[in-house]
């Protein structure tokens, strides 16, 4: 299949993938969820950046993505409002499980089970908090529940954190790996989305087993996971890790500067 190429603000875009996806304008024509496109307004975000207006549309559509992007280019919000957007018309019905609030006590275990619905992967706990703060301004006035674990923080915590309930799961990839090993504390069968931050940084920090691990955990059942890669560049093991799990017709959209 060829390439596309437009211009958006002075900025190449490059598309690749069998279906060309037409990129929204605005956020108001991007079919959100009202919640969420309040959310965006409170959030400041007047215009979508060029990788938001490739990803909401592709998400929306259900594809698997490749996304390109430099460091800055709104990657986060590009994944964070259209994976929402789309949950929230089943909240109800999908949110996870909650602990009981007549018999919750702070610091003794629920015994409640992370069941998330959206899996991100960021190589650093920097990162990952940054994600998780966004999240957290997304999820407002919605019922999802985000959560945070990384290496070096306390674990006790962040187990006490995950059975109040997790619908978005962040973490790194050595902290994860550890929770995806003690499955009464957390399992992927409900997962509906995994997306993987900083595709790159994460091999060069040498996280690939983690990733490995992680990218064939959860409910591999053909089409029941969208995944969704986001990287600055995309060396060999992050395409053979495409490869092997994003769907055959996934999109790939590259934005760069001109020239
Ligand atoms: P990346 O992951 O590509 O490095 P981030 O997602 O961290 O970029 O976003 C960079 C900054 O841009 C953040 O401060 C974020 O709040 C802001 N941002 C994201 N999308 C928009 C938008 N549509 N309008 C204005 N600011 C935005
Ligand atoms: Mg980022």
Not at 15 to 37: C, N, T, W, Y
Not at 85 to 90: E, N, V
């Amino acid at each position: 299949s060829g390439i596309k190429f437009e211009k958006i603000d002075m900025i190449d875009v490059f598309q690749e993938g069998s279906e060309r996806i037409k990129p929204i304008q605005d956020f108001k024509d991007a079919g959100l969820h009202p919640v969420m496109l309040r959310n965006t307004q409170l959030a400041g975000y007047l215009k979508p950046t060029p990788i938001q207006r490739y990803t909401l549309p592709a998400i929306f559509e259900g594809k698997d993505l490749i996304a390109c992007a430099q460091t800055g280019s709104g990657k986060t919000a590009a994944f964070l409002i259209p994976i929402l957007s789309k949950l929230m018309g089943k909240a109800k019905k999908l949110c996870a499980p909650r602990p009981n609030p007549a018999t919750f006590e702070p610091g003794v275990s629920t015994g409640v089970r992370a069941e998330p619905l959206v899996l991100i992967v960021a190589p650093t706990r920097e990162l990952a908090t940054q994600i998780f703060d966004e999240a957290r301004r997304f999820c407002y006035r919605t019922m999802f529940r985000p959560c945070a674990v990384y290496g070096g923080g306390p674990i006790a915590e962040q187990i006490a954190h995950l059975q109040k309930g997790c619908d978005l799961l962040i973490g790194t990839p050595g902290r994860l790996v550890d929770f995806i090993n003690r499955p009464h504390l957390l399992t992927l069968k409900r997962l509906k989305y995994m997306v993987i931050d900083e595709a790159d940084e994460m091999v060069q920090s040498d996280w690939e087993n983690e990733l490995k691990q992680i990218m064939s955990g959860g409910d591999q059942e053909e089409g029941n996971i969208t995944y969704l890669m986001f990287s600055a560049t995309f060396p060999k093991i992050c395409r053979e890790l495409a490869e092997q799990h994003l769907a055959h017709n996934h999109a790939r959209i590259r934005v760069g500067r001109a020239g």
